[in-house]
């Protein structure tokens, strides 16, 4: 497809489950982006790949939460232990080469979102 | 502080309206800033960069103060299919990911 892909679209699982989010993004882009938007929230940065290493995690909320890519592509949102407060929007995002600096023209393309319901 | 504080709103407004956003921003050695609009239940999508000296895109005009570390957007002649999330974003030095204010939702009525 010509866009980012994410699936699920929703997911619903039960407190203490583990999930996983996969993130397909455009063909060629080398970054890649996982973002939480809460409800009434902006999208809260969770973790960024260049390439198949993860550039920076710093927003990764405790060690329940890993992300990997292995190939430089698609990528996965790992949730262990799941709880009622991770329930979110789970937005994935990609770029040509992750320079995101106004004075590059580079964009960001988000994908739709997984919707995830931890009951 | 947050990194990037704007007003949650909601605003609502005629068509036809100026609506002004505003946006504070904590991390003074920050480089870059946009605009971006979410529709509900949809993705972020940028509507516009903000230049240092100011720019403007058809109905909207978006400025920066460093100083104040203050950005705007004004947009005129509001129509209905404005209604939207209006999020400030920016990013800090050495490429960091962008940093999402919270947005200030705006409804535009007939």
């Known amino acids: 497809g010509a866009g980012v892909s994410q699936t699920p679209s929703n997911k619903v699982t039960e407190k203490g489950k583990y999930v996983e989010l996969r993130c397909d993004p455009i063909?060629?882009?080398?970054?890649l982006y996982w973002y939480r938007q809460s409800l009434g929230q902006g999208p809260e940065f969770l973790i960024y790949?260049?390439?198949?290493?993860?550039?920076?995690d710093s927003g990764l909320p405790n060690d329940r939460f890993f992300a990997v890519r292995p190939e430089g592509s698609v990528s996965t949102l790992k949730i262990q232990r799941t709880e009622r407060g991770d329930s979110a929007v789970y937005l994935c995002?990609?770029?040509?080469?992750?320079?995101?600096?106004?004075?590059?023209?580079?964009?960001?393309?988000f994908g739709s979102g997984t919707q995830l319901s931890v009951l | 502080r947050k990194e990037v504080e704007q007003d949650p709103g909601p605003f609502n407004v005629p068509e036809g309206a100026t609506v002004a956003f505003n946006c504070t921003y904590s991390?003074?050695?920050?480089?870059?800033f946009f605009w971006y609009r979410q529709d509900c239940r949809k993705e972020p999508k940028l509507l516009m960069s903000?230049?240092?000296s100011g720019n403007e895109d058809g109905r909207f005009t978006a400025q920066l103060n460093r100083a104040s570390q203050y950005i705007s957007l004004l947009m005129r002649d509001s129509k209905l299919s404005d209604s939207a999330t209006y999020l400030c974003?920016?990013?800090?030095?050495?490429?960091?990911?962008?940093?999402f204010g919270k947005g200030t939702r705006l409804s535009v009525i007939a």
């Open positions: 995002a990609s770029s040509p080469h992750g320079q995101l600096e106004r004075t590059t023209n580079e964009k960001l393309f």
């Open positions: 063909s060629g882009h080398t970054a």
């Open positions: 790949f260049q390439g198949t290493g993860a550039a920076d």
């Open positions: 991390n003074s050695a920050s480089q870059s």
């Open positions: 903000v230049y240092s």
């Open positions: 974003v920016v990013i800090g030095a050495g490429n960091r990911p962008l940093v």
